[in-house]
Each structure stands twice: as C-alpha cells, then as structure tokens.
C-alpha cells in the first residue's frame, strides 16, 4: 500500500526558496513514478513535474522548467521538488502522486496516478 505524505510548504516571499518532500510510508515506493501538482484557488489542478523510478529522467510541466527540480532518493520513500525563484503565482497547494508507467506528459491524465497526498499549502508574498 502506498501512503504519501507531503510536508514542507509554508510562506515565502518572493524570490524565495521552498523544498517540498513527500514521503511513502510502504515498502514499494520505487516501483512507482512520481509526480508532483498543483492547485491554486479556483483553478484546475495544473501538473508541475514528475520523475522516474531511478530517477534518471525527468519532465517538467513549463510553469515549473528552469525553476524547479525534482528528485527522489528511494532508501529513504521520498521525493523532493525544489523550488526556486518563487512567484505570487506558484501559491497553490501542491500534492504529489503515484504512477506504475513512466509517460512524461504535462497532459497525461491524472487518474493514471494510482495514489495521492493530502497536499501542503505553498504561499508566495509578493
């Protein structure tokens, strides 16, 4: 059973740094991809990256290229997205998930992520 959990949001101001983790409390985290998204007030939930099982290969959604980084490090069932150079407009809360299939897409559909976080609240002041 995959169980996440995220923690690391809080607010920033911007210009700002924040790195997110997002811990699995099973035993097969690295028998799954991962990904990160967001979602601001009154939008849709928007993908922001994702990151294979080794985490050798990475795709980023465009709000998040050249700001972002996600990584995982599997002894430890976590995966990380640093986020630099913070903007107003990254306020969301952001939520990670799980996927069996590696498929780096920003419009892959996001029932292919068997599991998903609560989410933590991340808020840039401009």
């Known amino acids: 059973q995959v169980q996440l959990v995220e923690s690391g949001g809080g607010l920033v101001q911007a210009g700002g740094s924040l790195r997110l983790s997002c811990a699995d409390s099973?035993?097969?985290?690295?028998?799954?991809?991962m990904g990160w998204f967001r979602q601001a007030p009154g939008k849709d939930r928007e993908f922001v990256a994702t990151?294979?099982?080794?985490?050798?290969?990475?795709y980023y959604g465009d709000s998040a290229k050249g700001r972002f980084t996600i990584s995982r490090d599997n002894a430890k069932n976590t995966v990380y997205l640093q986020m630099n150079t913070l903007k107003p407009e990254d306020t969301a809360v952001y939520y990670c998930?799980?996927?069996?299939?590696?498929?780096?897409?920003?419009?892959?559909?996001?029932?292919?992520?068997?599991?998903w976080g609560q989410g933590t609240q991340v808020t840039v002041s401009s």
């Open positions: 099973g035993r097969t985290f690295s028998s799954y991809v």
């Open positions: 990151i294979n099982w080794s985490g050798e290969r990475t």
């Open positions: 998930a799980a996927a069996s299939s590696w498929y780096p897409s920003s419009h892959r559909p996001e029932y292919e992520y068997a599991y």
